[in-house]
């Protein structure tokens, strides 16, 4: 049983930094790519950043600059570092799995497997 916990979520006020975890187990980590994705109140959910397995990434544009993705393959989790928070980056951050190992991509069809999501709220 494949399983994705996110953690690292809260309360920041902008300008502040966050760095989102997710622990994936049930699944060999190192042979998918995994993402991160975010959804806010009445809005479809928005690919933000994924990484190969060897360490590749891709950053969505509402967030490059600011957003870095990372991987640890030993501890089989994925990383996403928040910087310079926005109000307009609340939301609720998921990731994913991918069946791909070397493709990043970009929608949320491509991902198999989910988290059950943790809340980024930033304050003005």
């Known amino acids: 049983q494949v399983q994705l916990v996110e953690s690292g979520g809260g309360l920041v006020q902008a300008g502040g930094s966050l760095r989102l975890s997710c622990a994936v187990s049930g699944r060999t980590f190192n042979n998918y790519v995994m993402g991160w994705f975010r959804q806010a109140p009445g809005k479809e959910r928005e690919f933000v950043a994924a990484?190969?397995?060897?360490?590749?990434?891709t950053i969505g544009n509402s967030v490059k600059g600011r957003f870095t993705i990372s991987r640890d393959n030993a501890k089989n989790t994925v990383y996403l570092q928040m910087n310079s928070l926005k109000p307009e980056d609340t939301a609720v951050y998921y990731c994913a799995t991918d069946a791909s190992r070397w493709v990043v991509r970009t929608t949320t069809n491509d991902y198999d497997y989910w988290g059950q999501g943790t809340q980024v709220t930033v304050s003005s």
């Open positions: 990484i190969t397995w060897n360490g590749g990434s």
